[in-house]
């Protein structure tokens, strides 16, 4: 049954289509702007323009949508620019929205403070003496705001990030309340405090400037408080879920697919693409094969679709 390709593909048990993966798409100020990640070859930021002709290429390869991340012109406390009706991502949402690429594509807005606070956090920052705390309820108004302008602006889904508590339920009701009733909303309901989003701070020029993000992001080493931040998540609403990373986390991704009969997709993220990349230069790793290996693997585990840098490479590919 392995003998042949037609054999092996015949019997094939888990397959992967340009239209389940979304390309990640860094949006930044200016005009013509091609600014390449040091730590993510492939990468870049992009200004509105280039965000565009980003879209044309991804509808030509057919992959599922996009995840559109910001970087202001300026941040402060409370992260006006990600609430703002004319910032960055704002402004690339309605400059996509009227094209023929953007018909093709789920256009996704992430749903985040961090890009947009002068200190790096994805909440507003309460200082108590020397302590510091990220205030939840302060930061749901913001998010749920962020979220609506998004949507008003043309994303067909809001993807929030921040893991703050009831973001879901506020962001459902402050969408409805604007008739954006339509709109569903993908929580990232499982995301881990993870080392391997070093390479994403630098793309989205996003890392706290003090503390680190322990205190909102989950323990790497909890699989039945993910499975209860989903389950509240549905409870609040949520359409879609986004599980993140993925290769560390493969079990909870299974957990999850067996355990809600939901859409479920993963993030392979800036890491996860960062460390294979690293190899690729070196030519220690094979890196058609081993790219595949691991896009193959998370749809195995469980997941309906991925978000993941690969997604041009991959489709070319497949
Ligand atoms: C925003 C956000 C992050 C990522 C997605 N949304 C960064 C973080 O939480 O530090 C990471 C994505 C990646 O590493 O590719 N909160």
Redesign the pocket.
């Known amino acids: 049954m392995r003998r042949t390709e037609p054999l092996r593909r015949l019997v094939r048990e888990t397959r992967l289509e340009p239209g389940q993966m979304v390309l990640?798409v860094f949006v930044c100020p200016g005009e013509g702007v091609r600014r390449a990640i040091g730590s993510m070859p492939g990468v870049a930021n992009l200004s509105v323009d280039e965000a565009v002709k980003e879209a044309e290429t991804a509808a030509e390869l057919g992959l599922g949508g996009l995840l559109l991340f910001g970087l202001p012109e300026a941040k402060d406390e409370v992260a006006s620019g990600a609430w703002d009706a004319n910032g960055i991502v704002q402004t690339a949402l309605r400059a996509l929205r009227g094209t023929a690429a953007a018909r093709k594509l789920v256009l996704m807005a992430?749903v985040?403070l961090?890009e947009y606070t002068s200190h790096g956090h994805?909440g507003v920052v309460e200082k108590r003496g020397e302590e510091f705390t990220v205030a939840n309820d302060a930061s749901v108004d913001l998010l749920a705001r962020t979220a609506v302008s998004l949507a008003e602006a043309g994303a067909d889904v809001v993807a929030p990030?921040?893991m703050m508590d009831g973001r879901v339920a506020a962001m459902r009701r402050a969408l409805d309340a604007a008739k954006l009733v339509e709109t569903p909303i993908l929580s990232y309901a499982a995301k881990f405090a993870s080392a391997?989003?070093g390479p994403?701070?630098e793309a989205a020029d996003?890392a706290p400037q003090f503390g680190d993000?322990r205190s909102y992001?989950m323990d790497g080493a909890n699989t039945r408080e993910a499975m209860r931040e989903i389950a509240l998540d549905l409870g609040e609403g949520a359409d879609m879920i986004l599980m993140k990373p993925g290769m560390p986390y493969l079990d909870v991704l299974r957990e999850a697919r067996e355990r809600f009969e939901i859409p479920l997709g993963v993030?392979q993220?800036?890491?996860e693409y960062s460390m294979l990349q690293a190899a690729f230069e070196r030519g220690w790793l094979e890196p058609e094969r081993a790219m595949m290996e691991s896009l193959i693997g998370l749809r195995r585990a469980g997941a309906d679709f991925i978000v993941t840098y690969f997604a041009k490479d991959a489709a070319r590919l497949l």
């Open positions: 990640p992430d985040c961090c994805c990030s921040d391997f989003y994403f701070r996003s993000r992001q993030y993220v800036s890491g």
